[in-house]
């Protein structure tokens, strides 16, 4: 349950209850925040979302939480609900943000959006519509209501390193100047118009642009995140059982998705980009240090990554057939892998960034925020989340034609 005791920011002031305002409170990174915010803090939360699946346990008044009266869910899409800005400005307000006569800080996260590559390469439109034109009105209402914001953007905003683009037997490619990706420093670098996968990074700049103009322009106090890879229970979703059937969702899960059904791992063009991961966890603590040091956090851009956890997609699959041989008990595949191009298993118009390795200075000069966890154990807390909730749907799901016939 929450603390009963005053909580202290970093600068030792003592911080006062919020009401937060959560869009996508209901997805993978909003379940997590919201079991942070009620077990933890006295913050009140709106949780706005179309589903609530991972968050009943908390929404449920029969389970005696102590916290249910400060979490309310309200289902709706940010596309077409006039009650979204309603609910924004109702939201109470703290402190030395805007001053309304309340004790209480309402700020606005915002965490819905389309966000798989297979999404990016095949509906580019959604894609464009879902992370900018429909964020427009979230930042608009902020601004013009006096409301801070922390907006998710994500670490594809920066595209390809500069390092891709030298020579293969270049030594330079080593060197941290050329992958290591800062926030303020970094140039964006994306493929041409026709690879329709860069849809989503611009529409992320874009907003991320328009964010940063606002504050500029118009005072917008804000802070952006840019998530390298969050994992951990509850993300994404498992084709066909919790998630269309034809649906491709990340790598991790989608090697998730593989194991469960005894099938060789896809790597995507032999598997060699590479890739960090980070603890959902680890993760949401620095999600909290931003929302209760709004001082240190406000105008800034924060990578949110594991530079330490860095692997390419083909020793990601190695680790995880061995995580699960572990957690599942089932013997490991004679075959474990196999190669697919990427227009086979995305389609044409898809390219990718070859190293995403984020520079953690800002976020822990800010903040003092450093993850902790190792790639195998977050691998084995995940995996052993999928096999417990996964596994025997999967066996039924695939015995099912068979007795039918």
Same mark, same amino acid.
């Given at each position: 349950?929450?603390?009963?005791?005053?909580?202290?920011?970093?600068?030792?002031?003592?911080?006062?209850?919020?009401?937060?305002?959560?869009?996508?409170?209901?997805?993978?990174?909003?379940?997590?925040?919201?079991?942070?915010?009620?077990?933890?803090?006295?913050?009140?939360?709106?949780?706005?979302?179309?589903?609530?699946?991972?968050?009943?346990?908390?929404?449920?008044?029969?389970?005696?939480?102590?916290?249910?009266?400060?979490?309310?869910?309200?289902?709706?899409?940010?596309?077409?609900?006039?009650?979204?800005?309603?609910?924004?400005?109702?939201?109470?307000?703290?402190?030395?943000?805007?001053?309304?006569?309340?004790?209480?800080?309402?700020?606005?996260?915002?965490?819905?959006?389309?966000?798989?590559?297979?999404?990016?390469?095949?509906?580019?439109?959604?894609?464009?519509?879902?992370?900018?034109? =429909? *964020?427009?009105?979230? #930042?608009?209402?902020?601004? !013009? &209501?006096?409301? +801070?914001?922390?907006?998710?953007?994500?670490?594809?905003?920066?595209?390809?390193?500069?390092?891709?683009?030298?020579?293969?037997?270049?030594?330079?490619?080593?060197?941290?100047?050329?992958?290591?990706?800062?926030?303020?420093?970094?140039?964006?670098?994306?493929?041409?118009?026709?690879?329709?996968?860069?849809?989503?990074?611009?529409?992320?700049?874009?907003?991320?642009?328009?964010?940063?103009?606002?504050?500029?322009?118009?005072?917008?106090?804000?802070?952006?995140?840019?998530?390298?890879?969050?994992?951990?229970?509850?993300?994404?979703?498992?084709?066909?059982?919790?998630?269309?059937?034809?649906?491709?969702?990340?790598?991790?899960?989608?090697?998730?998705?593989?194991?469960?059904?005894?099938?060789?791992?896809?790597?995507?063009?032999?598997?060699?980009?590479?890739?960090?991961?980070?603890?959902?966890? =680890? *993760?949401?603590?620095? #999600?909290?240090?931003?929302? !209760? &040091?709004?001082? +240190?956090?406000?105008?800034?851009?924060?990578?949110?990554?594991?530079?330490?956890?860095?692997?390419?997609?083909?020793?990601?699959?190695?680790?995880?057939?061995?995580?699960?041989?572990?957690?599942?008990?089932?013997?490991?595949?004679?075959?474990?892998?196999?190669?697919?191009?990427?227009?086979?298993?995305?389609?044409?118009?898809?390219?990718?960034?070859?190293?995403?390795?984020?520079?953690?200075?800002?976020?822990?000069?800010?903040?003092?925020?450093?993850?902790?966890?190792?790639?195998?154990?977050?691998?084995?807390?995940?995996?052993?989340?999928?096999?417990?909730?996964?596994?025997?749907?999967?066996?039924?799901?695939?015995?099912?034609?068979?007795?039918?016939?």
């Amino acid at each position: 349950m929450a603390s009963s005791g005053t909580r202290i920011d970093l600068d030792g002031s003592p911080i006062k209850p919020m009401t937060i305002c959560m869009i996508g409170a209901g997805g993978f990174i909003g379940s997590h925040l919201c079991e942070k915010l009620m077990a933890e803090t006295p913050h009140k939360v709106l949780a706005l979302d179309v589903y609530n699946d991972k968050i009943k346990h908390l929404l449920e008044p029969s389970n005696g939480h102590p916290w249910s009266d400060r979490i309310q869910f309200h289902r709706l899409n940010i596309k077409h609900d006039s009650r979204l800005e309603g609910l924004i400005k109702t939201s109470d307000l703290l402190l030395d943000l805007v001053l309304n006569g309340s004790d209480s800080l309402s700020q606005t996260i915002n965490l819905a959006a389309i966000c798989t590559p297979a999404d990016y390469n095949t509906r580019p439109l959604d894609t464009i519509y879902s992370n900018f034109i =429909d *964020a427009l009105p979230v #930042v608009k209402y902020c601004s !013009e &209501n006096n409301k +801070r914001l922390i907006h998710f953007s994500t670490c594809e905003v920066y595209g390809k390193t500069i390092g891709s683009f030298l020579p293969k037997d270049s030594p330079l490619r080593q060197d941290p100047e050329y992958y290591l990706l800062k926030e303020n420093d970094s140039p964006c670098i994306f493929g041409s118009i026709e690879k329709q996968r860069w849809s989503y990074a611009c529409a992320k700049q874009l907003i991320e642009r328009l964010i940063y103009a606002e504050g500029a322009e118009n005072g917008l106090e804000f802070t952006i995140v840019r998530p390298f890879n969050w994992i951990g229970p509850r993300m994404d979703f498992i084709p066909g059982i919790d998630g269309p059937s034809e649906g491709v969702p990340r790598v991790l899960a989608c090697f998730s998705n593989n194991l469960l059904r005894r099938e060789p791992l896809k790597l995507v063009d032999g598997g060699e980009s590479q890739r960090t991961f980070v603890y959902i966890k =680890d *993760a949401i603590d620095a #999600v909290m240090l931003m929302i !209760e &040091n709004p001082t +240190r956090a406000n105008g800034h851009i924060f990578n949110v990554g594991n530079p330490n956890n860095e692997v390419t997609v083909g020793q990601l699959g190695g680790m995880m057939t061995e995580v699960y041989a572990k957690v599942s008990g089932e013997p490991k595949l004679e075959q474990p892998t196999i190669d697919v191009s990427s227009k086979e298993f995305y389609g044409v118009g898809y390219d990718d960034s070859d190293k995403r390795i984020p520079d953690m200075t800002i976020i822990n000069r800010q903040l003092g925020w450093n993850p902790k966890t190792s790639l195998w154990d977050l691998l084995e807390s995940t995996l052993t989340y999928q096999h417990r909730t996964y596994a025997e749907a999967i066996k039924k799901a695939i015995s099912q034609p068979a007795s039918t016939n």
